[in-house]
């Protein structure tokens, strides 16, 4: 039988296992849209393109899987690409599908027409224009392929509207053939066997883990490995729930507002172990004094990021589920170094642990003004262990990495590489579609959360029981802070003039408002919004100029912190 | 330093646009670029010269054989390879200077393609510094008009690139 585009599309999709979408509809995909409304495929309705671009994000962060959009072509084509940098920067699988202008009139400067293949050319792992229809099913099939595996990403597929309505017998395809696309998934042996030697002569060694770890799901060969060498270990933003934050060999975040003891250990160790990371400026700061002491071992899928940023002693290029079991296996064959190993590094931690104490992660609490540090703490108090917290960007976002205390792998969803503001909302939108029974939480600012906030209507109209925390500072903080440091306070366009009624914005929704100005209101608002049914934002009226600290200032050396205001 | 890569790639809608995409991106330099069909009818064959250190070659490598359209990628510094390049030099030629044209043709073994009382156009193949010398010799005399193809390579043996 014949099928048209569109059906050969949703077949396709239900093929790869797809029973969720986000989208939005118009004129070039209207064809997909109408055979959408017979099928069992759950569309949820964003109310912008680049929510719905969030939300599978979400989706996609926290199950694994690949989240599925659908845009119209044109300015729908074209509010996803922020969404798409956003998935692109962190490497998270994705499959954005677009409608196009009808193949003949490409080029016309039609309209809604852009050219998106063009446009996200550097934002994407690998994009199509479908231009025939019996192409349609292969390239489906080589899309999902390409997101998922290797190291992920967003591939989007731009399909004219032509096509969609064009038949050919539909016949989905069992594999893949990619002549140029062949990850290397097994580490090489000889490699491994000289990491493991590596490790077990070191006497201060550091795992400096990314966010790969999750995308990899080796979480539990990570903390066997630094279980079994007592290796301490600092997680990147990406990284904060890929490894138990409470755990005594952990470090939390390094870098420009990591902590001060695993800054200063990654500036003293003798061997630093990257494990999925890719060596961002945000972590390395001034890269000459980044881990001078230190031989360098870097694990990772992707080649380009090894030797990218810093040199590297020993290259490792597998999928860290294997490389590390490997790594694992090769060190516990040799029992009697290994204890050796722990002895020689016992003095290494009880120089950490004295770095811990002097200088440990904390704030200045307040009886009377409401502090942020404070909330998060709360609501991590408040909330079940699996719960999954999503970010906007700003000072909410580092202090929520800094303060909640992840256990689970895959609960913590924040923008790391771009630092798009309004992703919070829209992904915890996505993680809830994912898991409707699991309390999921937007920690977000002020400012941020104007900037998708109209998703509070998917919420709403889906039922989905989002909470939302609201750090109110009544400023963009994040750049007051750095107009404060090193710009003499002269507060450009940081103060938000116009103070939002918060409550009542969520109330015109038909979600529910809560708000806390009083220390004391602060675990009351959060009990009650965990018990309300439905959608909740909370807004707390917090200290306003408060400053993420440590913080290393842009040009210094991670051992360079300011540690107070 | 200076290296001229090979780069087979799939044939199809866009690659050109991913590989200078790629360079211009990342701020990798280009000095000449050249794509033909390759002997498999599916794939292309990129020549390509840049210049930069051995880091910046390591991430040129890399990164282009992380594009998925690529199917290799070759490096043909400190091999043993045959280089090629052409060129069609339009040069002013009139009375006296149209003798000492000639002679500095034959010198570089090119080729007069078209003549016209004031001028000649030379077209010239070999290594591109050979053409760097003949644009050289021949600059005095006064060039109205240059069009080089870049180089393109082969390495030498008996083993082809796809195999
Ligand atoms: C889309 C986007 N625009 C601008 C920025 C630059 N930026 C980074 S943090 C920030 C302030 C965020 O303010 P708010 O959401 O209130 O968070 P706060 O820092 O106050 O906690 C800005 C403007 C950005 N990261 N993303
Ligand atoms: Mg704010």
Redesign the pocket.
């Known amino acids: 039988m014949e099928l048209t585009g569109s059906q050969i599309l949703l077949e396709s999709l239900q093929k790869e296992g797809v029973d969720t979408v986000f989208g939005y509809p118009g004129g070039a995909v209207i064809n997909i849209y109408d055979d959408l409304y017979d099928s069992s495929i759950e569309h949820i309705l964003t109310r912008h393109e680049q929510g719905a671009v969030h939300a599978a994000d979400g989706y996609a962060r926290c199950t694994g899987k690949v989240g599925v959009i659908i845009a119209t072509s044109g300015p729908g084509a074209t509010n996803t690409v ?1 969404g798409i940098a956003t998935a692109y920067m962190d490497s998270i699988p994705m499959v954005i599908i677009t409608g196009q202008v009808p193949t003949p009139l490409i080029g016309n400067d039609a309209f809604q027409e852009a050219d998106m293949c063009g446009i996200t050319r550097p934002c994407t792992k690998h994009n199509f224009l479908v231009k025939d229809v019996r192409d349609l099913a292969r390239t489906i099939k080589e899309a999902f392929y390409i997101a998922r595996t290797g190291r992920p990403g967003p591939v989007l597929i731009d399909l004219p509207k032509d096509v969609q309505v064009a038949k050919c017998k539909f016949k989905y395809p069992e594999t893949v053939s990619l002549r140029g696309y062949k990850p290397t998934y097994s580490g090489n042996s000889r490699q491994i066997d000289k990491a493991a030697k590596m490790l077990l002569q070191a006497r201060r060694p550091v795992l400096y883990v990314g966010g790969g770890i999750n995308s990899s799901s080796s979480n539990a060969e990570l903390i066997k490995l630094a279980e079994m060498t007592q290796s301490p270990v600092t997680t990147t933003l990406m990284a904060m729930s890929g490894f138990p934050q409470g755990h005594p060999l952990c470090l939390g975040m390094l870098g420009m507002h990591g902590t001060f003891y695993a800054n200063m250990s990654v500036t003293d160790c003798d061997l630093l172990i990257a494990i999925g990371a890719r060596f961002d400026d945000r972590v390395t700061g001034r890269i000459d004094s980044f881990a001078q002491k230190a031989k360098i071992i870097h694990i990772d899928i992707d080649p380009t990021t090894i030797k990218k940023n810093v040199a590297v002693d020993l290259p490792i290029v597998g999928d860290l589920k294997d490389v590390l079991g490997k790594l694992c296996d090769k060190l516990s064959e040799q029992a009697e170094s290994l204890q050796k190993l722990v002895k020689n590094t016992a003095k290494w931690r009880e120089t950490i642990d004295e770095w811990k104490q002097a200088h440990p992660m904390g704030y200045e609490s307040s009886d009377t003004i409401i502090k ?1 540090q404070f909330v998060i703490e709360k609501v991590r108090e408040l909330t079940e262990d699996n719960a999954i917290i999503s970010t ?6 580092m ?1 929520t990495a800094q303060f909640f205390q992840f256990s689970q792998p895959r609960t913590f969803l924040t923008s790391g590489g771009l ?4 992703f919070g909302l829209p992904a915890a939108l996505g993680a809830q579609v994912a898991f409707p029974d699991r309390q999921v939480i937007d920690i ?6 104007q ?1 998708n906030s109209q998703e509070l209507a998917t919420l709403v109209q889906y039922k989905l029981p989002v909470k939302i925390v609201i ?3 009544n ?7 750095w107009q404060q440091m090193f710009f003499d306070r002269r507060y450009s366009q ?1 103060v ?1 003039e116009l103070p939002i009624d918060f409550v009542k914005l969520a109330e015109a929704y038909g979600a529910t408002g809560l708000q806390a100005t009083e220390v004391a209101d602060v675990e009351k608002v959060i009990k009650q919004a965990l018990e309300t049914p439905g959608p909740v934002l909370m807004e707390f009226k917090i200290s306003s100029e408060e400053n993420v600290l440590p913080m290393v200032p842009a040009g210094k050396g991670i051992h360079e912190m300011v540690l107070a205001s | 330093m200076k290296h001229t890569i090979s780069v087979l790639v799939e044939n199809e809608f866009g690659v050109l646009a991913r590989v200078s995409g790629l360079f211009s991106g990342r701020g990798f330099n280009i000095e000449s670029l050249s794509v033909a069909p390759s002997l498999e009818p599916n794939l292309s064959r990129i020549t390509l010269v840049t210049r930069g250190d051995d880091r910046i070659l390591e991430q040129i490598n890399k990164q282009l054989n992380k594009l998925i359209s690529t199917i290799k990628v070759i490096d043909f510094t400190g091999e043993e390879y045959v280089e090629r390049e052409l060129a069609l030099i339009k040069v002013a030629a009139e009375a006296e200077s149209r003798a000492e044209a000639l002679r500095i043709v034959d010198i570089f073994r090119a080729k007069v393609v078209d003549v016209t009382p004031k001028s000649y156009t030379i077209e010239i193949t070999g290594a591109s510094a050979k053409i760097d010398g003949l644009i050289e010799l021949l600059r005095p005399m006064g060039i109205k008009e240059i069009v080089r193809s870049g180089p393109v390579v082969m390495g030498r043996g008996a083993k082809g690139v796809a195999s």
């Open positions: 922020t942020p906007e960007v700003g000072q909410h976002q202090w630092g798009t503001m309004g977000s600012g002020d400012g941020s959360f900037m750090l109110n500072n400023y963009l903080g994040m750049v007051r802070q940081t938000m």
